[in-house]
């Protein structure tokens, strides 16, 4: 049985660390040597309940007369028969998880969660004080119907000690589809961890509509969220309460509740700040209309006839963002500017200032806390340049300066100058004309005003040193005082003006690895990495982007239709569920996690406890931007932070121990001290360990002739992210008759923390075997500092079958001649990364790709059976290829990848790329990816090719000339060669050699012998 002890999760049951602290915590609150249940019976009987549903107002207002007397005896009924019955009781099962949990992944089961025990119906929940819990409370209908459901809440009680049950505020959660992934995902996500239907949108359960009550059907699922806030000036202790589930207002379960609040004070400030943008415009127009029309006013004006309505909307919003640990910013409000003819400007503030004071000095948000950032109304668009010059004339610059001089002075009156930034226009798209943008701007702006900050979305680096071709860079760091560049695109270590002596380092949210996510499609650890990441950068300021739709269409409010259009939006128009605000995305939650991670890491510092909270941050995220790098700039690496949501809670859970120990003082000797210590110690044996990764395995002829036999060369990348250096050996297991590894064992290198050592294991085989697939695995095994590791290096080798009479390329394959060791077939997915790709079924694709391949004296043929119906009309001619994230998406579409020298350099520019679809194909020496990854030339070569479809598949051929390789070809030959196959209806991308992340690494492919 699974010990309760070891259940990693700071929001789990206790028992809290140190056995004497936990009956102090009793004997403060009269509750000495009780257990949780004894403590619910013994609870007084005055506890209200709150929450949702018809009757809920009812039980709200009653008295503590008969009204409350007869609800407590119907719960305490229902509460004995939900301890002492099964998981579930009236057609009603439960499933509760925390916010870390992917919602879609939850089992309708009688299975135990980390927080949730079904057979004793107790939930479990712990949290510093000031903190929020995030609750996702699912619930299904086995046999029959629920009509009406809802849940309401009771107080929670420790002794005379009291949690209101108004700090559980409950939501409904509905979901969006997604039917198209983003190439990151595709890169590092395998297909059965997609879930299309995602449970996002966050209705409060008082909506008008898309609330509660709900009606259940059979075999539905309600998904409920629930935000636990643990208010300020609660009392540390153990608190018990109940959740009654509810149809048509008559009790159908009840779950126990326990709340641990643990004695130490989460801080309201974290750094760094999540910037984040709120469009005003869409805002409005998506919840007012006026004259039967959407109602978007670009300013507020003293005299609008839906003044209050506009300034309720914003304010319900912003709170609504802030409250979630956002800083939320209105880049497009702006004051009246007047231009003459003599270029003389003058500035209205009266209605900007009526909105932004309220934001800038905190007194709208409730806990009254200011912005920390601020943007200065300035765009491309604003003030407008004249129509008769040019955006770089003097005569615009003299108009930029006068207006940026009048800002600074403004702000400097409302004494937020120091807080406020100037983005830098003209200078979105690292191209020369960008550059030069930032000199002369940044040159206008400094003469504007000295102490106005300029913000630059360039790179302070040249790209070129890491894989971007002919990158068009000039050092402007001169001219720039916060950069604030994709995280794809920042290297803090880059040099002496990264970040410039003076200069303050922001970056954007990008994509995975370089950094988490917001986009939809993201799991919850993606969203709740990003404040992680900003802090191991050193960023004061993580940029995520528009928070909310930009559409001004009030005709397209369904939240379907508005994440379809802003895959990465944080809130969704309240609209449609009846509400005049938007309601939150699941998320905005997960960010609010994220941050109070960091709070907590804060507390730690406070607490001298920097070594415990480093440890964890650099276990957790050890990634982001240029350091997840791999190959260049646009191959991440593998493992930019922990995956797996139970190591984040389990190192909450080890935070939490350090912090109550040191501020209750509790002897290092004792039993839980002992726990903490185990968790701990579990904590980092699964997130600090050795990893090996196979790059590629090579196959060498051993001599002009077959009958020399082949040299096998498997090269491995051996990564210590441990604390303490690494040393041992490695070598492989077990080889194939015939085969003798050279030597049998190698002495690896001492591997120092954080660092990687490349390894080259050789063995020789006389002959060559293969089965139907052109596929072996050969055993390897690693011994480091007393640990074995094994695991399997996949080798690809295809033979070209030597033919008389030409293939007709006409896109069947029935005319291939029979040949042994041609058929290059059991593709892997680029998601399959394993020690042994064989036992992860994931790898492999949900419908089999299949390549021959044969040679005469003149031509190299290559023959696909390809899953998919074969994309548009084959009369229809295409050879245009869309790349995200080093993934072709778009067509179905097979590729080609022939590395002829096979030197393995890692260049893209080594590759001979063919792209075949069933609507064209495409050749080039090199990758065509924007920005470029290698160089590129034109393969001018006279290839033929042709497709056609056969059914549920297609077929596709092709002749490429053995000249068009600008080489001699000799018989005998081992080139290096990758087949990838990209299944546009299931969004999966497969190849053959086994390529993990990037099918465009030379190391990576597999062996083609001519």
């Avoid at 049950?165 to 939501?171: E, Q, T």
């Avoid at 058929?823 to 299949?850: H, K, M």
Wanted: proline share 9%; with cysteine; net charge neutral.
């Amino acid at each position: 049985m699974k010990d309760p002890q070891q259940r990693p999760c700071r929001i789990d049951h206790p028992p809290p660390p140190g056995g004497r602290r936990s009956r102090a915590f009793r004997r403060r609150n009269g509750q000495a040597d009780r257990t949780p249940r004894d403590r619910r019976r013994a609870a007084p009987c005055n506890s209200k309940l709150v929450g949702v549903g018809e009757n809920a107002a009812c039980l709200r207002g009653c008295a503590a007369g008969s009204c409350r007397s007869a609800a407590l005896a119907l719960l305490v009924a229902v509460t004995v028969a939900g301890c002492s019955g099964p998981a579930k009781l009236s057609s009603v099962s439960v499933w509760v998880a925390d916010d870390a949990q992917p919602p879609a992944e939850f089992p309708i089961t009688g299975t135990e969660s980390d927080l949730f025990n079904p057979e004793t119906r107790e939930l479990s929940l712990a949290g510093g004080i000031n903190e929020t819990l995030g609750i996702h409370l699912a619930l299904f209908a086995g046999d029959g119907a629920l009509p009406a459901l809802d849940v309401i809440a009771t107080d929670l009680q420790s002794g005379d000690d009291r949690v209101s049950a108004s700090v559980l505020r409950f939501y409904r959660l509905h979901s969006v589809h997604v039917d198209r992934w983003p190439g990151w995902h595709i890169r590092l996500i395998e297909p059965q961890r997609r879930t299309p239907d995602i449970p996002d949108v966050v209705v409060p359960a008082d909506a008008p509509s898309g609330g509660l009550p709900a009606d259940l059907q059979t075999g539905e699922v309600l998904r409920l969220w629930i935000d636990v806030h643990i208010p300020k000036g609660t009392a540390p202790g153990s608190y018990d309460g109940q959740l009654v589930i509810r149809s048509r207002g008559e009790a159908v379960d009840t779950i126990a509740v326990t709340l641990t609040v643990w004695p130490f004070l989460l801080p309201d400030v974290t750094h760094p700040a999540l910037l984040t943008e709120l469009d005003h415009r869409s805002l409005f127009a998506h919840h007012l209309q006026y004259q039967d029309r959407p109602y978007a006013p670009e300013r507020f004006y003293a005299d609008d006839p839906l003044r209050g309505e506009l300034e309720a909307l914003l304010a319900s919003t912003m709170r609504l963002l802030q409250s979630h640990k956002l800083s939320p910013v209105l880049p497009h409000l702006r004051p009246i500017v007047k231009i003459t003819g003599s270029h003389a400007v003058t500035v209205d503030w009266s209605d900007y200032d009526r909105v932004v004071l309220a934001y800038l000095n905190g007194s709208r948000f409730a806990d009254r806390r200011p912005l920390p950032v601020w943007p200065i109304p300035f765009d491309e668009t604003f003030p407008p340049a004249p129509s008769y010059a040019a955006v770089d004339s003097p005569s615009y610059a003299a108009t930029v300066r006068r207006y940026l001089r009048q800002c600074a002075v403004h702000f400097d009156e409302l004494e937020s100058l120091d807080r406020t930034y100037v983005t830098i226009p003209f200078a979105n798209h690292p191209d020369a004309d960008a550059f030069v943008a930032v000199r002369h701007f940044g040159h206008v702006i400094r003469n504007a005003h000295p102490r106005l900050r300029r913000l630059c979305r360039l790179f302070p680096q040249d790209m070129t040193a890491y894989g971007w071709q002919q990158f068009p860079f000039v050092d402007v760091s001169s001219h720039v005082e916060i950069w604030c560049p994709p995280a794809q695109f920042l290297d803090p270590s880059a040099g002496p003006t990264w970040p410039a002596p003076r200069s303050e380092a922001w970056f954007r949210v990008d994509r995975p690895p370089f950094s988490g996510s917001i986009e939809i499609t993201a799991p919850p650890v993606y969203t709740r990495v990003i404040p992680w990441q900003g802090r191991r950068l050193g960023s004061n300021i993580v940029v995520l982007g528009l928070a909310n739709d930009r559409s001004r269409d009030d005709k397209d409010l369904a939240s379907q239709q508005c994440i379809d259009r802003s895959p990465s939006l944080l809130v969704y128009p309240g609209a449609p569920f009846g509400l005049r605000a938007p309601v939150a995305s699941l998320r905005l939650k997960r960010l609010r996690r994220g941050m109070q991670d960091l709070a907590l890491l804060d507390l730690a510092q406070t607490h001298e406890l920097s070594h415990v909270a480093e440890a964890i941050a650099e276990s957790l995220a050890p990634f982001a931007a240029a350091d997840a790098y791999a190959a260049h700039f646009a191959d991440g690496r593998r493992g930019a932070w922990v995956e797996d949501p139970r190591l984040w809670r389990l190192a909450c859970r080890v935070l939490t121990d350090e912090l109550v120990r040191k501020i209750e003082g509790a002897s290092a000797g004792h039993w839980d001290d002992l726990t903490g210590t185990l968790r701990w110690r579990q904590f980092m044996t699964e997130t600090r360990n050795v990893n090996v990764k196979v790059d590629g395995v090579r196959v060498r002829a051993a001599g002009r002739r077959p009958q020399d036999g082949a040299v096998i060369e498997a090269q491995l990348t051996i990564t210590n992210h441990t604390r303490v250096p690494q040393d041992g050996t490695i070598g492989f297991g077990a080889l194939p008759i015939g085969w003798s590894p050279e030597p049998p064992r190698i002495d690896l290198p001492r591997i120092a923390p954080g660092r990687a050592a490349r390894v080259t294991l050789t063995a020789r085989a006389a002959t060559l075997t293969w089965g139907s697939q052109g596929v072996r695995y050969l055993p390897i095994r690693l011994e480091v500092n007393r640990r074995t590791i094994d695991l399997a290096a996949r080798l690809a080798y295809v033979h070209a079958s030597q033919i008389t009479d030409a293939i007709t390329i006409d896109g069947d394959l029935s005319d291939w001649p029979p040949s042994p060791g041609n058929v290059a077939a059991d593709f892997i997915l680029v998601t399959g990364e394993t020690p042994d790709a064989t036992q992860l079924p994931s790898a492999r694709p949900g419908a089999a790709t299949e390549c021959r391949v044969a040679r005469d004296s003149r031509h190299l043929y290559f023959g696909f059976r390809c899953p998919g119906s074969g994309g548009p009309d084959l009369q229809a001619r295409s050879n245009i290829v869309t790349y995200q994230d080093m993934i072709p998406v778009g067509e179905d579409l097979v590729e080609v990848l022939i590395d002829p020298d096979a030197t393995g350099t890692r260049s893209t520019g080594d590759l001979y790329h063919l792209v075949l679809k069933p609507s064209g194909a495409a050749w080039e020496h090199g990758i065509g990816t924007d920005p470029p990854t290698g160089p590129r030339r034109v393969w001018a070569a006279d290839i033929r090719h042709a497709a056609r479809r056969h059914g549920q598949h297609w077929e596709t051929e092709v002749r490429i000339p053995l000249t068009a390789f600008d080489r001699p070809i000799r018989d005998h030959e081992i080139w290096s060669v990758n087949f990838t196959c990209f299944d546009a209806g299931r969004q999966e991308y497969a190849n053959w050699s086994g390529a993990v992340s990037n099918v465009y690494d030379p190391l990576s492919l597999g062996n083609l012998g001519l």
